[in-house]
């Protein structure tokens, strides 16, 4: 990517959609969830929230449970928006404009139930599960699932 702004004809800069994103991937070890660029992203890292931005520093870092959410692009395909998703365990690799979420559970909010996220607190028997099952109930109650 060309790091130079360009100048348009009216003397004004220019940022492309580029140069105002970066590439996400979320993969699973049985699912590609996200290949797309987004704006923004709030990563939940073992010790706390991280939010990325375009031009952010590389990073290596693990994961924890909780919420990612990740702001699209806008593009001639698609106009941009919001999505979320649980996640728990894995590791975030930041280079460049490309992220890389290699995490071992994620669920999309839009599948996420109340009762199906209660009944799987109720049958969790570790602290990893339990936690998975706190942060699905969580986000369905606030409206990210049904």
Not at 89 to 111: N, Q
Request: net charge positive.
């Amino acid at each position: 990517m060309d790091p130079r702004p360009r100048i348009g004809r009216d003397g004004k800069r220019r940022t492309s959609v580029a140069q105002k994103s970066f590439h996400c991937k979320l993969v699973t070890p049985t699912a590609a969830l996200v290949n797309d660029r987004v704006t923004y992203a709030s990563v939940p890292a073992w010790d706390g929230l991280m939010g990325f931005l375009p031009g952010r520093a590389p990073l290596l870092g693990r994961l924890g449970t909780g919420e990612l959410r990740l702001e699209f692009a806008d593009s001639e395909k698609t106009k941009g928006g919001s999505r979320s998703f649980v996640i728990s365990g894995g590791i975030i690799r930041m280079d460049a404009d490309h992220m890389t979420i290699l995490a071992e559970d994620a669920f999309p909010a839009e599948e996420l139930t109340v009762s199906g996220s209660e009944s799987e607190l109720k049958a969790a028997k570790d602290q990893r599960s339990q936690d998975l099952a706190r942060a699905k109930l969580s986000m369905a109650r606030r409206g990210g699932g049904i």
